[in-house]
């Protein structure tokens, strides 16, 4: 079936480091895949999306390329801020329009 | 702006009871959808529905049930409440089936089941 393993955290990070979070997908056909971002209290916003391979999702100075040969879509930031610590996931919707969340992965940034 | 509501933010209630969770949303969005979301398991869906008065089962729906009387509106039902429900569920709204169509989130309702 579809699924989306994320790497675990929860990664700590002091400001203006550079941020990777692993995410890989299993699918059948071709998925459209997502980071979504929760801040504390608050519901899911999407952050950015890619729908088909090579594609190129960015927004807020996060990137994240679509890598179908790796099956991978995994989300960077060159230099994070506090502001930026919340919980990330990553998603993908398939062809059958299964949506597929991973487990998340909290984001720390101190000062 | 798409904008989903959930009527609660928290609610604390007891084992047994009968509880509702509502949600609305203003985009006239065909596709509701509800979640719990547990520390390490990510989203899991519970139902969701694609238009009126009609509803499939996600994931996990054994304990819930859902309605959906009116576009707008998705209620979640608990018709007999368990601590093993203590958890945060979210309400999202999408339109359409395209695989690139975006899911759009409410804040959530926290909810403690004594």
């Known amino acids: 079936g579809n699924s989306v393993t994320q790497m675990e955290g929860p990664v700590t990070l002091s400001e203006e480091a550079f941020l990777t979070i692993n995410c890989t997908y299993t699918?059948?056909?071709?998925?459209?895949l997502f980071w979504y971002v929760q801040y504390p209290g608050e519901g899911l916003q999407l952050l950015l999306k890619?729908?088909?391979?090579?594609d190129k999702g960015s927004n807020k100075g996060f990137e994240a390329t679509y890598r179908k040969e790796t099956t991978s879509f995994h989300l960077e930031k060159g230099s994070v801020q506090v502001s930026d610590s919340a919980v990330y996931f990553c998603?993908?919707?398939?062809?059958?329009?299964?949506?597929?969340f991973g487990a998340g992965t909290r984001l720390t940034v101190k000062p | 702006d798409v904008k989903v509501t959930q009527s609660s933010r928290y609610l604390v209630k007891r084992t047994g009871e009968k509880v509702f969770l509502e949600c609305v949303q203003d985009?006239?969005?065909?596709?509701m959808f509800w979640y719990r979301q547990d520390p390490g398991l990510g989203l899991r869906l519970i139902y969701f529905?694609?238009?009126?008065?009609?509803?499939e089962k996600g994931d996990i729906p054994e304990g819930y049930s859902v309605s959906r009387e009116k576009k707008e509106r998705f209620s979640l039902i608990l018709e007999s409440a368990s601590t093993n429900q203590t958890s945060m569920y979210l309400c999202?709204?999408?339109?359409?089936?395209?695989?690139?169509?975006?899911?759009?989130f409410g804040a959530g309702t926290r909810l403690s089941v004594l």
């Open positions: 985009m006239d969005h065909e596709n």
């Open positions: 998603a993908l919707r398939a062809n059958n329009n299964d949506m597929r």
């Open positions: 529905s694609y238009d009126v008065k009609m509803k």
């Open positions: 999202a709204s999408s339109s359409g089936r395209r695989v690139k169509n975006i899911q759009y």
């Open positions: 890619a729908t088909k391979a090579d």
């Open positions: 699918a059948t056909g071709y998925p459209s």
